[in-house]
């Protein structure tokens, strides 16, 4: 597998440490214009117009970084390297917490008592950055602006923290979809868009496994109303068939409620490790 080969050459025994995450930020944020093998086979006019429409639309509307505004990325290399990356090496190995290597006060008993929980529902958590304002800005961008174009930068950045541990036996990429108001305001779903792109990077499949939750928006929500409203809520999509491996994308993980009540769903369905991935990992 093209993916999993990729990050064991690099010796990600345990997962990726920070100053390798800035590192590879950057090259691979970069190479963005690099011509994609797939525009490569397409006929010379082709290759042309499409050149010619993207020179007209970055005349008209060029592409700024979503961070510092400075044109030429969606994400600069600088800004990039400048994210928040958690340390493998000094996160929580269960549930991702950035500092939580030997003691960690986010999946810790007490809490998961507090949730109406005997254990941990994940097979394991991994977050690519911490939500700092930059990491934020990326995110709103991409749902609440629109800028579908980020979801590819953004699940690369999380695939490349994905330890090679998770990937053999292969998983099936799936992702916490948005609610269908969310969805109907915005146009589509971002969930999907960071799914697509992260199993693409890892040459995984992915499929839709979970519907629309029912309930509200868990934004604005503390601790214990976010894990009251999120409680069950999430059913299987129509003719949904849960494979025994699924390693579940989300945006952002604030407390764990949503990405534990999906696992609580997929493991009812029949799978028997649920790993959840996030691009940037709050604080509680």
Request: charged residues 20%.
């Amino acid at each position: 597998m093209e993916g999993r080969s990729l990050l064991e050459a690099q010796g990600h025994s345990a997962g990726i440490m920070t100053a390798f995450c800035r590192e590879r930020a950057i090259n691979l944020l970069d190479g963005r214009r690099r011509v994609d093998a797939m525009d490569r086979d397409l006929p010379f006019a082709a290759r042309a117009l499409a050149a010619l429409r993207t020179a007209a639309a970055e005349t008209l509307w060029p592409t700024r970084c979503a961070v510092c505004d400075a044109p030429g990325a969606l994400l600069c290399p600088r800004c990039a390297a400048a994210l928040p990356f958690v340390d493998a090496n000094r996160a929580c190995p269960r549930c991702g917490a950035p500092h939580g290597r030997y003691q960690c006060t986010e999946c810790c008993t007490t809490l998961l008592s507090a949730a109406g929980r005997e254990a941990f529902p994940l097979a394991g958590a991994a977050s690519a950055v911490a939500l700092d304002d930059a990491a934020r800005r990326l995110v709103i961008a991409l749902k609440d602006h629109s800028e579908v174009r980020l979801a590819e930068p953004v699940g690369l950045l999380m695939a490349a923290c994905v330890p090679p541990s998770w990937l053999g036996p292969a998983p099936t990429v799936a992702f916490v979809p948005a609610t269908s108001r969310a969805v109907a305001r915005r146009g589509f779903d971002h969930g999907e868009l960071l799914a697509r792109a992260v199993a693409g990077r890892l040459g995984l499949a992915w499929a839709p496994l979970l519907g629309r939750p029912r309930s509200a928006d868990q934004r604005g929500l503390g601790r214990r109303a976010r894990l009251g409203n999120m409680a069950r809520r999430f059913p299987l999509a129509p003719g949904a068939a849960v494979p025994e491996r699924v390693l579940l994308v989300d945006d952002v993980c604030t407390t764990g409620a949503t990405l534990y009540s999906a696992a609580d769903a997929l493991a009812e369905a029949g799978a028997s490790e649920v790993y959840g991935l996030t691009f940037a990992r709050a604080g509680s």
